[in-house]
């Protein structure tokens, strides 16, 4: 995916494991149930020392049972979500995804909403996760349980819809949002019209490094330091970007050398 003058980095999606969709109130479509590591608990993917948590579905369940802990995850929330008739109405779509910490002993606590399909789903999907209390293996390092972040995601699609479907659907719509920004961000020079659609596009692809880069570019840009590092601290928690990918069109703008220093604290 390419806007004007900016490659689109990480067109994976990096959260995103295919599930089974289900139906609730209006068909409400719902998949891709992951969990990351956050910038709190960074680790060498290739540390023998370091698992993170894990799901039992089983209250003060010390052992993972014999199935694909994705699996357990999805099973339970699927179970256990009640739809936000407020939401299904509105026909509100995108990406939740939800940080919490898995605490040694097992407890979930400290939930934040990393993205947001609607204050209606905030809510529940957090309800839900409260009840996971007691239901995790702690992750470990170096032999030890230790208190770790950890993050639950799904995509919401009002329809009926079968996997491949919702990840197109939510690709080509993203990919639409990032072309009409960058068209305004980097050509029109219209940063504040830019944001909109980024942020219209992040909502489909809230772990696209791409978008969020671009986005905190818009913020700064507009004076809002704030919103511009939370999205370059969220690429950095996502592993960076190699700063030889930047394009020279950024170079020019303001808030270009804050978030390559940023970025450059989580790149060789």
Same mark, same amino acid.
């Given at each position: 995916?390419?806007?004007?003058?900016? /490659? *689109?980095?990480?067109?994976?999606?990096?959260?995103?494991?295919?599930?089974?969709?289900? /139906?609730?109130?209006?068909? @409400?479509?719902?998949?891709?149930? $992951?969990?990351? &590591?956050?910038?709190?608990?960074?680790?060498?993917? !290739?540390?023998a020392g370091f698992t993170p948590?894990?799901?039992?579905?089983? !209250?003060?369940?010390?052992?993972? /049972? !014999?199935?694909?802990?994705?699996?357990?995850?999805?099973?339970?929330?699927?179970?256990?979500?009640?739809?936000?008739?407020?939401?299904?109405?509105?026909?509100?779509? $995108?990406?939740?995804?939800?940080?919490?910490? +898995?605490?040694?002993?097992?407890?979930?606590?400290?939930?934040? +909403?990393?993205?947001?399909?609607?204050?209606?789903?905030?809510?529940?999907?957090?309800?839900?996760?409260?009840?996971?209390d007691g239901m995790w293996k702690?992750?470990?390092?170096?032999?030890?349980?230790?208190?770790?972040?950890?993050?639950?995601?799904?995509?919401?699609?009002?329809?009926?819809?079968?996997?491949? &479907?919702?990840?197109?659907?939510?690709?080509?719509?993203?990919?639409?949002?990032?072309?009409?920004?960058?068209l305004n961000l980097l050509v029109?020079?219209?940063?504040?019209?830019? @944001?909109? @659609?980024?942020?219209?596009?992040?909502?489909?692809?809230?772990?696209?490094?791409?978008?969020?880069?671009?986005?905190? *570019?818009?913020?700064? !840009?507009?004076?809002?330091?704030?919103?511009?590092?939370?999205?370059?601290?969220?690429?950095?928690? /996502?592993?960076?970007?190699?700063?030889?990918?930047?394009?020279?069109? @950024?170079?020019?703008?303001? $808030?270009?050398?804050? *978030?390559?220093?940023?970025?450059?604290?989580?790149?060789?």
């Open positions: 995916m390419k806007g004007p003058g900016i /490659l *689109m980095f990480n067109q994976k999606y990096e959260t995103m494991k295919k599930t089974a969709i289900f /139906l609730i109130c209006l068909i @409400l479509s719902i998949v891709a149930i $992951g969990q990351s &590591e956050t910038q709190n608990q960074r680790v060498d993917p !290739e540390d948590p894990q799901f039992t579905g089983i !209250e003060n369940r010390a052992s993972i /049972l !014999e199935t694909d802990n994705s699996l357990l995850v999805k099973n339970y929330l699927l179970n256990n979500l009640i739809c936000p008739s407020k939401s299904a109405k509105c026909w509100k779509e $995108g990406t939740e995804i939800v940080q919490f910490t +898995v605490s040694p002993s097992g407890n979930v606590s400290n939930f934040k +909403v990393i993205n947001s399909v609607s204050s209606e789903i905030d809510h529940e999907f957090i309800r839900v996760l409260e009840t996971t702690p992750g470990y390092s170096n032999g030890e349980p230790t208190a770790m972040k950890n993050e639950v995601s799904m995509l919401f699609k009002v329809g009926d819809y079968d996997d491949s &479907e919702i990840v197109n659907y939510f690709t080509e719509k993203a990919s639409n949002y990032f072309t009409k920004g960058s029109k020079n219209k940063p504040e019209k830019a @944001l909109r @659609l980024y942020s219209k596009a992040v909502l489909y692809r809230p772990n696209d490094k791409g978008l969020l880069l671009l986005r905190g *570019m818009c913020s700064y !840009e507009l004076g809002d330091t704030e919103s511009a590092q939370r999205d370059w601290d969220r690429i950095a928690t /996502l592993g960076g970007i190699e700063a030889g990918k930047f394009d020279n069109d @950024l170079a020019e703008m303001k $808030g270009y050398t804050k *978030m390559t220093n940023i970025l450059a604290e989580t790149v060789d």
